[in-house]
């Protein structure tokens, strides 16, 4: 099942932040699966939880929780971190408050509406097998702080509040977005019921600045690193991270996917220039991911993460498309 609802895209150029997303990145891949899907409609977000400080001290700190919620200007300095959106000279990068159109109040309350969704449609998958939320993915966002772009981690307070309503004990995260899910590791590093795995660009993120000794070092249960120009080892090397998980560890009540579609050869951000996979082995990619799930019969729960430039788009209509076909393939061989 598809989640997604206009009202709930963070859309940069909103607070004049101008990193190459595409703003309609999302409603271009919903409009797209509509044209297969005429009956496709719009998710209500009213029906999402409203995600409550209490939800966010699942994952955060106090104090980062307190400074969010505190006054506009510790809020906005959060944010302004959170995006890298001042220079080391101290000048802006990347930022135009003049273009912006709204607060970040508004930005902070599209992310909680974001994890809102990123928990509704993991806690459905519970019980259709798959979800996928057109958002969220905020992988970076640490215990201490938010970080490259991920202001909290919507994918660690979904699994712990579902775990404090008793609907899942234990849950696997498999990331695939070029950038490492350094966040979701650094806040599950003591907690054995959450195992990540993490294939990403083996240079580059974390950014080469400070020492391994930093949280962003924290390893995932899983790592698989891919080196620069090693494009054509990326899919065994997939296969082979996630036989590892689930020969070493018990099968989980339910996974996330963190999908990100920036490995991709024609994204735009200069920091993902280290991993190129081409159109056919992004779908491979993906394809082998839903696979191995469905086949140990264990519910996935798939959000965006990063995708950037105007040809993002094509990386997740392609997946669900395919979702889609075998899915009616195989209703069609069950009813015969
Ligand atoms: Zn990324």
């Known amino acids: 099942m598809i989640f997604y609802h ?10 004049g932040i101008e990193i190459p997303v595409v703003d309609d990145r999302a409603s271009s891949v919903f409009e797209h699966l509509k044209t297969l899907d005429p009956s496709l409609t719009y998710f ?9 400080k209490e939800d966010l001290l699942l ?15 510790e809020l906005e300095r959060e944010m302004m971190s959170c995006f890298e959106l001042v220079d080391a000279e101290g000048n802006y990068h990347r930022y135009n408050p003049k273009k912006a159109k709204k607060d970040f ?43 490259g772009f991920c202001l909290v981690n919507d994918i660690v307070i979904t699994l712990r509040k579902l775990q404090k309503e ?47 000794g930093d949280p962003w070092f924290i390893p995932c249960n899983i790592e698989m690193g891919i080196d ?14 996630l036989n590892e998980l689930d020969q070493n560890y018990p099968r989980p009540d339910v996974a996330i996917v963190v ?12 920091s993902t220039d280290k991993l190129k996979l081409t159109r056919e082995q992004m779908l491979s990619r993906d394809v082998l991911v839903y696979q191995f799930l469905l086949d140990r019969k264990i519910p996935q729960s798939y959000v965006m993460a990063g995708g950037y430039g105007k040809r993002s788009w094509e990386i997740y209509t392609q997946f669900l498309k395919f979702v889609r076909e075998s899915s009616s393939k195989r209703s069609e061989v069950s009813s015969r």
């Not at 209500?44 to 409550?52: E, G, H, N, V, W």
């Not at 994952?59 to 200007?73: E, L, M, P, T, W």
Request: glycine share 8%; with cysteine; charged share 20%.
């Open 228 to 241: 620069v120009g090693e494009e054509d080892q990326y899919l065994d090397r997939l296969s082979t991270a």
């Open 166 to 212: 008793n609907l899942i004990k234990t849950a696997w995260v498999i990331d695939v977005d070029a950038h490492k899910g350094d966040g979701t590791s650094e806040l599950t590093a003591k907690d054995a019921s959450i195992v990540t795995l993490s294939i990403h660009m083996k240079e580059g993120w974390p950014l080469d600045s400070g020492s391994v």
């Open 259 to 270: 999908n990100g579609a920036d490995p991709y050869e024609h994204d735009e951000l200069q």
């Open 105 to 147: 109040n508004h930005a902070l309350s599209i992310v909680l509406k974001q994890t809102g969704m990123t928990y509704y449609a993991t806690k459905n998958a519970l019980t259709t097998g798959l979800s996928y939320f057109l958002g969220g993915g905020m992988h970076h966002a640490m215990s201490f702080a938010g970080r």
């Open 44 to 52: 209500d977000p009213a029906l999402t939880p409203q995600i409550t």
């Open 6 to 15: 206009p009202d709930c895209d963070f859309k940069f150029s909103d607070y």
């Open 59 to 73: 994952a955060h700190n106090k104090d980062f929780v307190d400074r969010i919620f505190g006054s506009y200007h």
